[in-house]
């Protein structure tokens, strides 16, 4: 089945310890999004690559960092978690036209993020 | 500014009791509204989307509906399953972001 897929769906690191998430993708999508999502929260976008066209968000603290190295994968960093950083990130995908966003985002599993 | 709030923040059913959870939202230019089912610890997972007012899916004992002002999804005749936190979402003309309401967490009773 055409999913996307986590990796790890668990990682501890310690604080200032850079740290690199992993999201890959068989639908094929030509946009990935990483969500950073807190308790029960909703989910909050970080950035997305459309295509290879990287799109922060205003609010997104500079420790954190994403590649898109082809379609099919695309990691984050943080490059120093702090404990405000322990939280779920969600990779997503959806197949959209530049500027019009009228298709679904698929979401992987997500990967808990702890900071020691 | 794009706000989607979602109501009741809870909603505590007993098997078999239907009931309905509320999105409403204010966006300029809607190009989709999205329902997603999230179980604790887990990604969203995708149910609906909608794109204009008067349009209506289901799913099994769900259903969604969407008005120019707001959405509902109906759950009907609910299974201790059908427990989760459902979160709907809209999308603007124009950009690829999703604004997602805080959710409704569902809790069904046998």
């Known amino acids: 089945d055409a999913m996307v897929i986590q990796n790890p769906r668990y990682q501890v690191t310690q604080f200032g310890k850079p740290v690199t998430l992993s999201c890959s993708q068989t639908l094929n999508h030509n946009v990935m999004y990483w969500y950073q999502q807190k308790s029960s929260q909703a989910p909050k976008l970080l950035f997305h690559?459309?295509?290879?066209?990287?799109?922060n968000e205003a609010d997104t603290p500079d420790n954190f960092q994403s590649r898109r190295p082809n379609t099919s994968f695309c990691f984050l960093d943080i490059r120093s978690p702090g404990l405000g950083d322990a939280a779920m990130y969600l990779c997503?995908?959806?197949?959209?036209?530049?500027?019009?966003?009228?298709?679904?985002?698929?979401f992987g599993p997500g990967t808990r993020l702890t900071v020691t | 500014e794009d706000q989607v709030t979602q109501s009741p923040e809870a909603l505590r059913l007993q098997e078999g009791e239907s009931s309905s959870l509320n999105c409403s939202y204010t966006v300029s230019g809607l190009r989709g509204l999205f329902w997603y089912r999230q179980d604790p610890g887990k990604g969203p997972d995708f149910l609906f989307t909608?794109?204009?007012a008067g349009e209506e899916k289901e799913k099994e004992r769900l259903k969604a509906t969407l008005t120019k002002k707001e959405s509902f999804l109906h759950i009907t005749a609910p299974k201790p399953e059908d427990a989760a936190t459902y979160r709907c979402a809209v999308r603007p003309s124009g950009r690829l972001k999703l604004s997602f309401g805080a959710g409704t967490t569902v809790t069904v009773r046998a």
């Open positions: 690559y459309y295509d290879k066209d990287f799109n």
């Open positions: 909608l794109y204009s």
């Open positions: 997503a995908t959806s197949r959209d036209r530049r500027g019009d966003g009228t298709h679904e985002q698929y």
